[in-house]
């Protein structure tokens, strides 16, 4: 139960040059063609098995939305097949077939049953939804004096009523207010750790790499690239920025990890290094530890400006600090070919115990969108080990005291 | 087949809750309520049988009763109502509810099987009415009454399988929901349902044959006056014209369904 296959999965619209073709077409029984296929996504092979759960991210357009239809059913494929095994709740959109003068109960009650839930599961079910939306006496008021957040609260709770097999969710975590978003992803969590495949459309880096084991990135229609969250994201990160031409490239870290690196070349990062106060390399360090981030850049072509950007990512590649020497007004004017900088960037590790990477880019302006000279995913992984302060959770140390007085 | 069957089946619940809702949100903020659904036909008739009886002078030949031509025009316009809701209502079904297409996925017949339905529940409500007016007026038809039964069926028969052509047609080629709406006007006129058959010229009334409403409400109108069916014989024709919409309107759903979301 809960698995899904995607077979070289591919969808095409049919596009007539002129209004008369599909006519044309129809008259002919089909022995005159008028239509170009334009093809939106093709060749997509990828299986969950049950219980895994995965995201997929790409830039608009590139077909995303359109193989969550094929998955769910609601448009038809042109090639390729999808098997799916149990249950399935699909939340692309929340709140669809939500009539305004009905009250919220009666709209709940046919909202499940759209969804294929059966009356008599709904009616016990009643009660449980009802709480989880907690919209206390409008459930009995009709659904257009509701705010939109009460509704999206309302239609979340009836599509995640009984707990899927599979469940396919299309950047509906947005849902309402931050206290509701958090209740609804606890509720998406706590059906992964039921046994629920998972599988999630979204640009939220952060939802994706906190709840999905692997991470699949669409690109013009095709599986640009499978893997991981945190390298797929790095990689993606490093795709959008080099929408100019350049390069991007991935190598096999020695740990195992994908390292990402991209740009346009103008300057290029040479070396990397962690070192501690001694000036020794180091992988190791303590909460708190002062340490050095040394740069060395070399300078490819004249270049208007050059800035040095740098960033600590978690274990998820969820970003921890990262600033640039554009925010710390030390930006490097008018970079002549030829020339090496270093960069020596100083800071204390105070940082929650576990492993840490440091990411670093050589940019112009802000950030690394406009242009991106040479950006370095995982440049640098060490670990944090509490070795002289008191136990603490999370991943910052905070220099704390605590008075009791009674 | 037996798996769409299955499926429909399954969401039998949704299916009834839809007609109830769609049968109550038209009269949800409205104080008469159900009334308008009998208003509405009422009007319309007492406009025809004021027109046509009594400024026009229209006779029926052969029958000299008070409430005569009413009850051929009720007979005629009832029936019809029914045909053209289906027909009118199911060329729109899919591209009304697109939204619903395109994001849920469903069994897809559902949509004119509610409409059906609701068409249905009209047509009873406004047919008990009609009943009452036969008994209490005298003109109450004895159990040539139950002939409807085949005839209605033959009619609903014609209404969805001229739907579901014009619905699956209609989200490829939107002129045809145009077209359909003028075209219903004449077919209207062309039959004999405000007018009997007679003042046409013989000409024209032999073309009347290709019409597969009028042995249709013919019927409808030979047993509501207490008659019985002119011939069974020319009802054949809107059997296999009916017969002939469905497995087309059937087949062109069936291929053309998945490429119908793409259109919406």
């Given at each position: 139960?809960?698995?899904?296959?995607?077979?070289?999965?591919?969808?095409?619209?049919?596009?007539?040059?002129?209004?008369?073709?599909?006519?044309?077409?129809?008259?002919?029984?089909?022995?005159?063609?008028?239509?170009?296929?334009?093809?939106?996504?093709?060749?997509?092979?990828?299986?969950?098995?049950?219980?895994?759960?995965?995201?997929?991210?790409?830039?608009?357009?590139?077909?995303?939305?359109?193989?969550?239809?094929?998955?769910?059913?609601?448009?038809?494929?042109?090639?390729?097949?999808?098997?799916?095994?149990?249950?399935?709740?699909?939340?692309?959109?929340?709140?669809?077939?939500?009539?305004?003068?009905?009250?919220?109960?009666?709209?709940?009650?046919?909202?499940?049953?759209?969804?294929?839930?059966?009356?008599?599961?709904?009616?016990?079910?009643?009660?449980?939804?009802?709480?989880?939306?907690?919209?206390?006496?409008?459930?009995?008021?009709?659904?257009?004096?509701?705010?939109?957040?009460?509704?999206?609260?309302?239609?979340?709770?009836?599509?995640?009523?009984?707990?899927?097999?599979?469940?396919?969710?299309?950047?509906?975590?947005?849902?309402?207010?931050?206290?509701?978003?958090?209740?609804?992803?606890?509720?998406?969590?706590?059906?992964?750790?039921?046994?629920?495949?998972?599988?999630?459309?979204?640009?939220?880096?952060?939802?994706?790499?906190?709840?999905?084991?692997?991470?699949?990135?669409?690109?013009?229609?095709?599986?640009?690239?499978?893997?991981?969250?945190?390298?797929?994201?790095?990689?993606?990160?490093?795709?959008?920025?080099?929408?100019?031409?350049?390069?991007?490239?991935?190598?096999?870290?020695?740990?195992?990890?994908?390292?990402?690196?991209?740009?346009?070349?103008?300057?290029?990062?040479?070396?990397?290094?962690?070192?501690?106060?001694?000036?020794?390399?180091?992988?190791v360090v303590s909460v708190a530890e002062k340490l050095t981030l040394t740069v060395r850049a070399k300078v490819h072509q004249n270049i208007?400006?050059?800035?040095?950007?740098?960033?600590?990512?978690?274990?998820?590649?969820?970003?921890?600090?990262?600033?640039?020497?554009?925010?710390?007004?030390?930006?490097?004017?008018?970079?002549?070919?030829?020339?090496?900088?270093?960069?020596?960037?100083?800071?204390?590790?105070?940082?929650?115990?576990?492993?840490?990477?440091?990411?670093?880019?050589?940019?112009?302006?802000?950030?690394?969108?406009?242009?991106?000279?040479?950006?370095?995913?995982?440049?640098?992984?060490?670990?944090?080990?509490?070795?002289?302060?008191?136990?603490?959770?999370?991943?910052?140390?905070?220099?704390?005291?605590?008075?009791?007085?009674? | 087949?037996?798996?769409?069957?299955?499926?429909?089946?399954?969401?039998?619940?949704?299916?009834?809750?839809?007609?109830?809702?769609?049968?109550?949100?038209?009269?949800?903020?409205?104080?008469?309520?159900?009334?308008?659904?009998?208003?509405?036909?009422?009007?319309?008739?007492?406009?025809?049988?004021?027109?046509?009886?009594?400024?026009?002078?229209?006779?029926?030949?052969?029958?000299?009763?008070?409430?005569?031509?009413?009850?051929?025009?009720?007979?005629?316009?009832?029936?019809?109502?029914?045909?053209?809701?289906?027909?009118?209502?199911?060329?729109?079904?899919?591209?009304?509810?697109?939204?619903?297409?395109?994001?849920?996925?469903?069994?897809?017949?559902?949509?004119?099987?509610?409409?059906?339905?609701?068409?249905?529940?009209?047509?009873?409500?406004?047919?008990?009415?009609?009943?009452?007016?036969?008994?209490?007026?005298?003109?109450?038809?004895?159990?040539?009454?139950?002939?409807?039964?085949?005839?209605?069926?033959?009619?609903?028969?014609?209404?969805?399988?001229?739907?579901?052509?014009?619905?699956?047609?209609?989200?490829?080629?939107?002129?045809?929901?145009?077209?359909?709406?003028?075209?219903?006007?004449?077919?209207?006129?062309?039959?004999?349902?405000?007018?009997?058959?007679?003042?046409?010229?013989?000409?024209?009334?032999?073309?009347?044959?290709?019409?597969?409403?009028?042995?249709?409400?013919?019927?409808?109108?030979?047993?509501?006056?207490?008659?019985?069916?002119?011939?069974?014989?020319?009802?054949?024709?809107?059997?296999?014209?009916?017969?002939?919409?469905?497995?087309?309107?059937?087949?062109?759903?069936?291929?053309?369904?998945?490429?119908?979301?793409?259109?919406?």
């Amino acid at each position: 139960m809960g698995r899904i296959e995607v077979q070289s999965l591919g969808k095409a619209y049919k596009q007539y040059r002129r209004r008369w073709g599909r006519l044309t077409e129809w008259v002919m029984f089909g022995w005159a063609v008028r239509h170009r296929l334009k093809w939106v996504l093709q060749d997509i092979s990828f299986t969950l098995l049950p219980g895994e759960s995965v995201g997929i991210i790409g830039i608009n357009g590139a077909g995303k939305s359109t193989l969550l239809k094929l998955i769910t059913g609601t448009a038809q494929a042109t090639s390729g097949s999808v098997h799916m095994t149990g249950r399935v709740a699909a939340l692309l959109e929340l709140g669809i077939g939500f009539h305004p003068d009905f009250t919220g109960r009666q709209n709940a009650m046919m909202a499940g049953q759209l969804l294929g839930i059966s009356t008599a599961q709904l009616t016990e079910c009643m009660p449980d939804i009802e709480s989880f939306a907690e919209i206390g006496e409008y459930i009995d008021q009709p659904v257009r004096v509701y705010s939109s957040g009460m509704q999206m609260r309302l239609a979340f709770s009836v599509a995640t009523a009984i707990r899927p097999d599979i469940l396919i969710v299309d950047e509906a975590l947005s849902v309402g207010d931050a206290y509701f978003q958090h209740k609804s992803f606890d509720r998406i969590r706590a059906f992964r750790q039921q046994g629920t495949t998972l599988l999630m459309v979204s640009h939220d880096k952060v939802a994706i790499q906190s709840i999905c084991d692997r991470a699949i990135l669409l690109n013009e229609g095709r599986v640009a690239m499978q893997g991981p969250p945190e390298a797929v994201m790095d990689y993606y990160n490093a795709m959008l920025a080099q929408r100019q031409s350049s390069e991007v490239q991935r190598r096999e870290r020695p740990d195992g990890k994908v390292q990402t690196i991209s740009g346009s070349g103008e300057a290029r990062i040479e070396d990397v290094s962690l070192r501690n106060a001694s000036g020794e390399q180091t992988t190791v360090v303590s909460v708190a530890e002062k340490l050095t981030l040394t740069v060395r850049a070399k300078v490819h072509q004249n270049i208007p400006e050059l800035v040095l950007g740098f960033m600590i990512k978690d274990k998820l590649g969820q970003p921890i600090f990262g600033t640039n020497t554009h925010y710390l007004g030390q930006v490097i004017r008018l970079a002549s070919a030829g020339a090496t900088y270093s960069f020596a960037i100083e800071f204390a590790a105070n940082l929650g115990p576990g492993s840490y990477s440091i990411a670093v880019a050589l940019h112009s302006a802000e950030n690394h969108l406009t242009r991106n000279y040479q950006w370095r995913d995982l440049a640098v992984v060490f670990s944090v080990v509490n070795v002289d302060k008191s136990n603490f959770v999370g991943t910052n140390w905070l220099p704390i005291a605590i008075t009791i007085e009674s | 087949m037996r798996t769409t069957l299955r499926s429909l089946w399954n969401y039998r619940g949704f299916i009834i809750g839809s007609v109830r809702r769609e049968f109550e949100s038209k009269y949800r903020k409205s104080v008469l309520g159900a009334t308008w659904n009998i208003v509405n036909p009422l009007a319309m008739i007492l406009v025809y049988t004021i027109i046509f009886s009594q400024l026009m002078k229209a006779r029926l030949p052969g029958v000299d009763k008070p409430f005569a031509y009413s009850i051929y025009l009720c007979a005629g316009t009832l029936t019809w109502g029914l045909f053209t809701e289906i027909v009118s209502r199911g060329q729109n079904i899919f591209i009304e509810n697109a939204n619903l297409l395109k994001k849920i996925s469903f069994p897809r017949l559902i949509l004119p099987i509610i409409l059906v339905l609701n068409a249905c529940i009209n047509f009873l409500i406004i047919s008990c009415l009609f009943l009452l007016f036969l008994i209490f007026s005298g003109n109450w038809p004895g159990w040539t009454l139950l002939n409807v039964v085949p005839l209605l069926a033959i009619e609903l028969m014609l209404a969805i399988g001229m739907a579901m052509v014009l619905g699956v047609l209609n989200v490829f080629f939107r002129d045809v929901g145009q077209f359909v709406a003028i075209f219903l006007q004449f077919w209207f006129w062309l039959t004999p349902i405000v007018y009997p058959l007679e003042i046409l010229p013989p000409a024209v009334r032999s073309w009347m044959l290709w019409n597969p409403m009028f042995p249709v409400i013919q019927g409808y109108q030979n047993i509501f006056a207490g008659q019985p069916i002119a011939d069974w014989t020319a009802i054949c024709i809107p059997v296999v014209m009916g017969g002939l919409l469905c497995l087309l309107g059937w087949r062109m759903f069936r291929t053309h369904s998945g490429e119908m979301v793409d259109e919406l």
